[in-house]
Each structure stands twice: as C-alpha cells, then as structure tokens.
C-alpha cells in the first residue's frame, strides 16, 4: 500500500432513499467527517474490542458528525424523505470495505464452518451462500471484534478527542479520558445556518475544526462552510497546513490559486452548483462569487487545525507593523502608497490580488511527470542501479560565493540547493539556501509552502 502524504484529502456526496442505509462498513485509510444537507440521518460508528462501544447520533440539516479511521461506522435516513449528505475524507483514496459483502460475499468464499466457529452459530442457521438477514445482521455486531487494518500512520488508540481545558501543551490536544467521551465529542449543530457576510469582503467562514469537534483531533481532517455575497470574495489566502477541496452547493463561483516562483502561474476556474475544485496546500489562492445571488461551498482540509493566512491582512496589518520601507522596496511602489495601505481597516480586492501577483519568492512547485507510467511521491524514482555518489553531491554550487545583489529590485538573491540539484534529496524533506543581501537589501514577504524552516 502506498502511504497517503500530508495535505491529501476527497470528497463524496451521499444520497438515501427513504429509510435508504450506508451499510456498516470501514475506511481503513481514512477518518471521515459528514455533514448532513438534506433530511435526517442517524449516525454511529463502533469502538474496537474489547469495549465495542455503539457511539451513535440523530443528525438534522447542517449537523456533523466525525468518523475516527478504520472503526466499522453506519449511517441511514431516518426521516419521512429522502436525505443527502456530503463527506470528506483525509486521503485521496480512502478505500470502501463493506462489511457484509466482505465476509459473506468474498471469492472464494471464507469456509463454513470457520465462519459459523467466529460468530458462534448454529449450521443450520445459515445456508450455503449465507444471505439471511439474520445471518447478515450477526456479522455485523460481532465483526467488530475480529477485524484489524493497517493504516498509515498508524493510530494507538480508536480515537484522542481533544481536552481542551488542558493545560499541558503538546502538538496538537491532549487526550479526554475514553471513558468520560460522548457522542457529542464528535457532533456539530449549525452548517446549514447562513453566515453574516455583511463586512467588507462579503464572505463568512463557518469553521468545524478541533476547537468546534474535540473529536477531531489526531484525525487529520476538518470542514468548513463559506458563504458569499453578490461579488462578495474569500480573499487570497493560504493553508499552511492542509489541502483544501470544495464543493459549491449553491451559486456560481470564481476560483483559483498561484504556483510558486518562478512561474507564478494562475489557475482559474468558474464552478457552478456541484461542482469541485481543489487547492494545493500551502498555496496562495481565493473565491468569489460572480453570480447574481448568495452562493455557499462547503470545503475539506486535510488536517484538524489547518491554520489560514489571508495575505492582505497578514503583509499590511501586522502587529506590529513590517516597515513601510521594506514593502515599498518589495511591491516596487512609493512609500507613500504602502502608508495609505496601512492606514486602512481594510483592504479591497485590487490590492489582495496585487499580493498573489508578488508574494513568492524562489520554491518551484514539483508536480507528478504524468507521462512517465510508473510515478511515486515526489520525483520520479531512479532505479537504484544507476544511482552514484554524484546524485548526492554538488559540485560547482559556488554556494561559497558571494553574489552581488545590489542591482536586484529587492537588493538580495537566492541561491538554493534542492532536490533539482541534488537528486538525492528527493523524499528527504529537507534541502539548502545561500541568501546574499546588499545594504538594506530585502527578502520580500512570502511563504515557503509545505515545509518549516530552521
């Protein structure tokens, strides 16, 4: 199995008849987290042995619920029509393992009477192809207890909801006692209420991360809902954290987000009702609504806690302030320009989009080669018979070197060592740069998607 990377994260939209199920069934890659859009749902998921705990919960239109990884889970309409509901998951491929179409339908099939043996019933209860219900309904409560997946990485224990009040400080939240958890430790009520827009962007953003769901937390995933007005933005922003995927559920959409230097290129699309666009972690992009009405997404992020840096806010409202100089030399405008800037509450959606057009600095994005057939993470793998010293030196780097930057706009120049000049360093998580300056020479404000520095 090929472990999922950080920043990974799908989407699916559920639909149910009335009295419609999600049959018992396991994502051995992934936690999920479901929201509820049309109807009534009841929700559960089972606890591993030896407790086999039923954590189980009535959703109405707007409430979420949140599915640990691996734990069998279920879920079915319990209104008097039918019922919709969108999930998202932190993996690209989250894998679907029904229980009953696993142990009674496998080929070839799971002997007899090593079945019978595990459930503890009698022969003639069950029929050669074991299609009674019955049979079915057995299965279900007692696989729980028998059945183990490897995932990647794998969780110590079933779940680790956050205790918020904690004050012991940790990467994340320090584990609630399992046996004071609840089911509400893994509900939300409220998706379905319509944020107030009526600020300077026009757009609201309703989180449901760990601070809203404790039961988040080590999962790796979270959800949010964004509501528009009419030409109403979400303004460039990042995720230094988390992939994002959205989901337009009413309205009509503008989206798009910049690579890295030195391309700097923009994708861009207009999405209309159901449809689904995704935005790379760390990358600068935004949303706008260009219909005519109100328009609402709901997003997915890969991760409990996905952080968001709206550029305008962050480069111009600082606390305290970057000096007025140093953006003026990195936006290669009057002073005076950067003053007026700052002295606003707010800044309008000209200026955010000049700060997606300038902010990066020298990380170039590295994407799959799509036409080579055989691809892993990162670059494509050399195999290893033509691997030499060589692609683990650099020779002639003249990182020793010093540069004159002074003719440089912004008075300094990078000189990095990646995996494009060492090979070797593909997968490492780690490479090196050479940063000249001239006098009073600036590395502009940008962000170093994916990776922290030391």
Known sequence: MLWDQPGVVSLIRVDYAFWGIMPPHIH???SEIMTVLEGALEAAFITSSPENRLIKKALQKGDVFVFPKGLIHFHRNVGNSSAAAISAFDSQNPDFISIADTVLGSNPPITIDALLKAFQVDKNQSSHKMASS??????ILLLCCSIAFGSDPSPLQDFCVADIKSPVM?????????????????FFSGLHLAGNTSNAVGSRVTPVAVAQIPGLNTLGISLARVDYAPWGINPPHTHPRATEILTVIEGTLQVGFVTSNPENRLFMK?????????FPEGLIHFQRNVGYGNAVAIAALSSQNPGVITIANAV????????????????????????????????????CRVVVLCMDIMEPLI?????????????????????????FDLVNSQIDQCFNAAPLLV??????VTVGQIPGLNTLGISLARLDHAPWGINPPRIIHGIQKF
């Open 28 to 30: 051995p890659d992934a």
């Open 134 to 139: 019955s049979f079915r309904i057995l299965c």
């Open 170 to 186: 940790v990467n994340g939240f320090v584990c609630k006692d399992p046996k004071l958890v609840q089911k509400n430790d893994f």
């Open 270 to 278: 207009v999405l209309q009702k159901g449809d689904v666009f995704v």
């Open 316 to 351: 111009f409202g600082s606390e305290p302030a970057i000096p007025s100089d140093l953006l003026a030399k990195a936006f290669q405008v009057d002073g005076k320009i950067i003053d007026q800037i700052h002295s606003r509450a707010v800044l309008t959606c000209n200026l």
């Open 367 to 391: 994407v799959a080669i799509l036409s080579v057939p055989k691809r892993k993470t990162g670059i494509i793998e050399t195999s290893s018979r033509w691997i030499s010293h060589i692609q």
């Open 411 to 416: 008075g300094s120049k990078v000189n990095p």
